[in-house]
């Protein structure tokens, strides 16, 4: 690839990843330290990342794209457990 790297979108993907993070429970909230899960607000910045990577495929450096490729590798099982552990619950 022979984009040039641009630091504010890893710096946009480490943001959107912690966001995903914190509706998944993962992350206290920094107001209230508490952890919580909000599966549609997770949901959203997942596709949003998804979506990224497509309209982005073949612009990215190396390093964006593992970056991107690793949040989201990430976040899928996570969002996935979030959402069988709120089934088991009802």
Known sequence: M????????????ILQAQNAGLFLGQIPNPHTGA?????AAAKSVIDSLE??????????????????????????PLYRAAVDHNTARD
Request: proline residues 5%; hydrophobic residues 35%; charged residues 30%.
């Open 2 to 13: 022979s984009a040039t790297p641009d630091p504010r979108f890893n710096e946009f993907v």
């Open 51 to 76: 979506m990224l990577a497509s309209k982005t495929r073949g612009n990215l450096t190396d390093s964006e794209s593992k970056l991107l490729d690793t949040a989201l590798r990430n976040l899928r």
């Open 35 to 39: 952890r919580s899960v909000t599966l």
